[in-house]
C-alpha cells in the first residue's frame, strides 16, 4: 500500500515559526514519530512526504536518523507540495508509481496514529472506493448562524470526527481532484471531494488518541499518550 503524508504546515497556532512537524514529542520531531508508526505497518510499502523543499533539509536528517535506529527502512520520497493542501495532495498522486492504485493520504501532524489504525485502513480499502477513519462525535454539536445564534442541533447519533488516513482508488482520486481544480471547490480533506463527486466514502472506526497536533495544548496531550504507551 502507497502512503501520501502532508507536511507542509506552518504551526501558527502553535505559535512556531517553522513546520510543526519539525516540533519535538519525546525528543523526536513530530514526523518521526508518524514515519515510525508507517515503518511498523506490514500494510505500508511506500512512502511520500509532500512538501516545501526548505524543508526538505531537516526531514532528510529525520531519515537519516530513523534509519541509523534502525527505525526506518522503506522508501521515501520527498514530493514538492503547493500552496494547499488539496493542491499538494493532488501533487502527491502525480509522484505515485504508476503501479499505485490504492492511496492512504494521512496528515503528518497526527502523529500518534497507531500502525493497527493504517494496517486496518489498508486492507478495508482493498474492499471500497473510499474510507476515512472517524470516530462518533461525544459532544452535543450545535449548528448556529453569523451572529452566533443556535439554529438547529443535529442528532449526534449520525455524527462522527474526521481523521486520517483517509484511503482511494487512485484513479477516481485523481479525476475527483482535476474536476476539483476545475470547478474551484475549495474543501478541507479528499473524502470531500469523492463526496461531491457522488462516491461513497466508507468509516473506519479510528482512535480516540489519533488527535492532530495543531496547538500547544495538543502537544502537551500527545506527551502524556505516548509517556501512557510507554508503559
Request: glycine share 8%.
Amino acid at each position: 500500500m502507497h502512503l501520501l503524508i502532508p507536511a507542509a504546515g506552518l504551526g501558527s497556532r502553535m505559535g512556531s515559526d517553522r513546520n510543526k512537524l519539525l516540533l519535538t514529542l519525546q525528543g523526536k520531531p513530530l514526523l518521526a514519530w508518524t514515519l515510525i508508526a508507517a515503518e511498523s505497518s506490514p500494510q505500508i510499502t511506500w512512502i511520500g512526504i509532500i512538501g516545501q523543499p526548505y524543508d526538505w533539509a531537516s526531514f532528510q536528517e529525520i531519515f537519516k536518523d530513523l534509519a541509523l535506529s534502525k527505525l526506518l527502512s522503506k522508501p521515501v520520497v520527498l514530493i514538492p507540495g503547493g500552496k494547499t493542501r488539496q493542491e499538494s495532495v493532488y501533487k502527491g498522486l502525480q509522484q505515485l508509481p504508476e503501479r499505485a492504485d490504492r492511496v492512504l493520504i494521512h496528515d503528518g501532524a497526527r502523529c500518534l496514529a497507531t500502525p493497527e489504525l493504517l494496517d486496518r485502513c489498508a486492507l478495508v480499502l482493498a474492499t471500497c472506493p473510499g474510507l476515512i477513519a472517524a470516530i462518533p462525535v461525544k459532544d452535543t454539536i450545535k449548528i448556529v448562524d453569523a451572529q452566533g445564534v443556535v439554529k438547529e442541533t443535529p442528532d449526534r447519533a449520525y455524527l462522527w470526527a474526521a481523521q486520517t488516513p483517509q484511503g482511494f482508488d487512485v484513479p477516481l482520486l485523481k479525476q475527483c481532484h482535476a474536476l476539483g481544480e476545475k470547478e474551484g471547490w475549495a474543501v478541507t480533506d479528499d473524502a470531500a471531494l469523492f463526496e461531491k463527486c457522488g462516491l461513497p466514502v466508507q468509516i473506519v472506526r479510528g482512535e480516540e488518541t489519533n488527535l492532530k497536533v495543531t496547538t500547544p495544548e495538543d502537544l502537551a496531550i500527545a506527551e502524556l499518550i505516548l509517556s501512557d504507551r510507554a508503559k
